[in-house]
């Protein structure tokens, strides 16, 4: 089993609505979940992170961890043609190793 | 927030040849960079863990002779594909970090080797 699965599959939706990720993990050591976004050959840009449970929100982009059943999620509301890109979730024990997932390809049709 | 330079963004050689990336912080001091290889529609798989001044710690299965990394300085660290082959062609990104959770990593833009 991987240490961290997310669904690579690609996900369209038209502009202005929720897009919905989701990552889970099965190392219960991790404490620090981070999500990125990479555009087309270029490298990750750090999103949002967040430190054990909870959410967190930054404008339109809200990013959940339950601890208990190892899952993660982030949400981007309005969403818009600029927000077409891959979603990486990663996640570290806190010793600046990363984790990452495969990807999600979101693409935002006008 | 902070930035990360990686040279050359593509670059395409013959098969035998060695190709070297570099990876700069540009506005602050490192103290640690990894390297990672990403193939299409695939995760970022850790090559290495590089330390200023010391070895890199390499992960299971990426051959250390072929894949050199360097450490001169707190802000620079490269990596060299030495005879380069054409299953060597991928996505590489180094990441560069301040702190020591994880959440302080800044990347480059990436280079693409594509060996002919």
């Known amino acids: 089993q991987k240490e961290v699965e997310q669904d690579p599959g690609p996900l369209s939706v038209p502009e202005g609505a929720i897009v919905s990720l989701n990552c889970t993990y099965s190392n219960s050591a991790f404490q620090y979940f981070m999500w990125y976004r990479q555009y087309s050959r270029k490298g990750p840009e750090l999103l949002m992170y967040?430190?054990?449970?909870g959410n967190k929100e930054d404008g339109r982009f809200t990013a959940q961890v339950d601890k208990s059943s190892k899952y993660i999620s982030l949400f981007i509301r309005d969403s818009q043609p600029s927000d077409s890109a891959t979603y990486l979730c990663a996640m570290s024990h806190g010793n600046n190793r990363l984790a990452f997932g495969k990807g999600n390809q979101v693409v935002v049709i006008p | 927030g902070a930035v990360v330079s990686q040279h050359p963004s593509w670059v395409i050689c013959k098969s035998g040849t060695s190709v070297k990336i570099e990876c700069r912080s540009l506005d602050f001091q490192a103290t640690t960079m990894f390297w990672y290889r990403q193939f299409p529609k695939q995760s970022l798989m850790l090559m290495a863990t590089?330390?200023?001044?010391?070895?890199?710690?390499?992960e299971q299965g990426v051959e250390k002779d072929k894949f050199l990394i360097n450490h001169a300085s707190l802000t620079l660290s490269t990596l060299t594909v030495t005879s380069a082959h054409p299953e060597d062609s991928s996505f590489y990104i180094c990441?560069?970090?301040?702190?020591?959770?994880?959440?302080?990593?800044?990347f480059g833009q990436g280079t693409r080797l594509t060996v002919v």
């Open positions: 967040t430190y054990s449970s």
């Open positions: 990441s560069a970090e301040t702190g020591v959770s994880g959440t302080e990593a800044f």
């Open positions: 590089s330390n200023e001044g010391s070895k890199a710690t390499y």
